[in-house]
């Protein structure tokens, strides 16, 4: 994704929220020195097109960039009809405003992406629309979350049954990849999770009403890190002590956040507050022991683990997955064995995408 912008500063946070969909490269518009014009898969632009120059700049800049199919989606400040017909002269595929919502500007990319390219077919285009889906609906989860307002319900379930479907009709391989091609990383960490708990229940041979309490369990576990600084989030770096304990903070603003709202079950509560538990009584944020910690939170645990280890972070290279598996055997007592071992069914399949 290229996003072409006349405010550098301003289009970090814009960068940041299309990289929901995959790796946005940002080249401004007035010192554009790329004359190869890499191919990119969807041009976006934050320009002020009130002004003629503007206006021309951004021509020479599509021209380079831009290929015959390349679908071209404009972002507007001032949605007047001026701006919309520059916007239509310069050749947009589609016209939003700026401040349009993450998950608007992803379905919009999605749709455009779809139009503009040959129709993929199998399990993979399965997977990615199903992904999409989620993708849309976690956004409004966090957006409303980090707003300080209530989480949209229909948001949750609509998220839920896409991961649940596309984890019964696909391979979590497949899930995997989609999945990687998210730039955000909480949004990729929440995604890969709850796609390894869908698929953890359907190994477990769960019935479809218990598939989805996992699963739900798995898209809310870390809604709390919606209140953690963006700053310590995306850290190119791993974090110190003091931001370490900030980080610690997620589940209890999770719990309360949810509590406070109504609405949730108490499986859901106990695995927002308790996925960070180990069975030795040596997690956090309660220190629970054995008889404390629900199986749904265990499985949680399971998959927030081997997550995080193979993840894909700019200071660190991914594990691959026999070895984060290794991992969790020698964790020994934090975690629940019999369930590390029927997870190591969900782990051959995520081999193939490593």
């Known amino acids: 994704m290229l996003l072409i912008t006349d405010?550098?500063?301003?289009?970090?946070?814009?960068?940041?929220?299309?990289g929901v969909w995959g790796p946005c490269r940002v080249v401004p518009l007035e010192r554009d020195g790329d004359e190869t014009g890499t191919p990119s898969a969807i041009i976006v632009s934050d320009v002020d097109l009130a002004h003629r120059g503007t206006v021309e700049a951004m021509r020479t800049v599509l021209a380079r960039h831009r290929h015959k199919e390349t679908p071209f989606l404009c972002l507007l400040r001032d949605m007047t009809a001026r701006s919309t017909i520059q916007a239509q002269a310069i050749g947009a595929s589609e016209i939003l405003p700026t401040n349009t919502a993450t998950s608007v500007l992803?379905?919009?990319?999605?749709?455009?992406?779809?139009?503009?390219?040959?129709p993929v077919?199998?399990?993979a285009a399965f997977t990615r629309?199903?992904?999409a889906t989620a993708a849309v609906?976690?956004?409004?989860?966090l957006e409303s979350a980090s707003a300080g307002k209530p989480i949209a319900l229909s948001a949750v379930e609509a998220s839920v049954e896409a991961i649940d479907q596309a984890a019964g009709a696909s391979d979590i391989g497949d899930w995997l990849q989609v999945v990687w091609s998210y730039d955000d990383l909480t949004y990729q960490h929440c995604m890969l999770v709850a796609g390894l708990a869908a698929s953890f229940a359907h190994q477990l041979g769960f019935s479809s009403e218990d598939r989805r309490l996992v699963t739900r369990a798995a898209v809310l576990h870390d809604i709390g890190k919606s209140r953690i600084p963006l700053e310590i989030l995306h850290k190119p770096g791993a974090l110190d002590e003091a931001e370490q304990?900030?980080?610690r903070t997620h589940p209890a603003?999770?719990?309360?956040?949810?509590?406070a709202q109504g609405g949730f079950s108490p499986e859901v509560l106990a695995a927002v507050r308790s996925h960070h538990e180990y069975l030795d009584g040596s997690g956090y944020p309660d220190g629970l022991g054995d008889g404390q910690i629900p199986d749904l939170?265990?499985?949680?645990?399971?998959?927030d683990i081997y997550a995080a280890l193979i993840e894909r972070r700019s200071y660190k290279p991914p594990m691959m997955p026999e070895q984060a598996y290794d991992i969790l055997v020698l964790m020994g007592t934090k975690l629940d064995s019999a369930l590390v071992r029927v997870f190591e069914q969900v782990v051959q399949k995520t081999v193939q995408a490593a």
């Open 137 to 141: 609906s976690l956004a409004d989860m």
């Open 106 to 118: 992803v379905k919009t990319i999605d749709q455009l992406l779809r139009e503009g390219t040959e």
């Open 7 to 18: 405010r550098l500063d301003e289009s970090r946070e814009l960068a940041r929220r299309l």
């Open 129 to 131: 629309a199903h992904l």
């Open 297 to 303: 939170v265990r499985m949680i645990t399971i998959c």
């Open 121 to 123: 077919r199998g399990t």
């Open 253 to 259: 603003i999770g719990h309360a956040m949810l509590l």
């Open 245 to 247: 304990a900030v980080v």
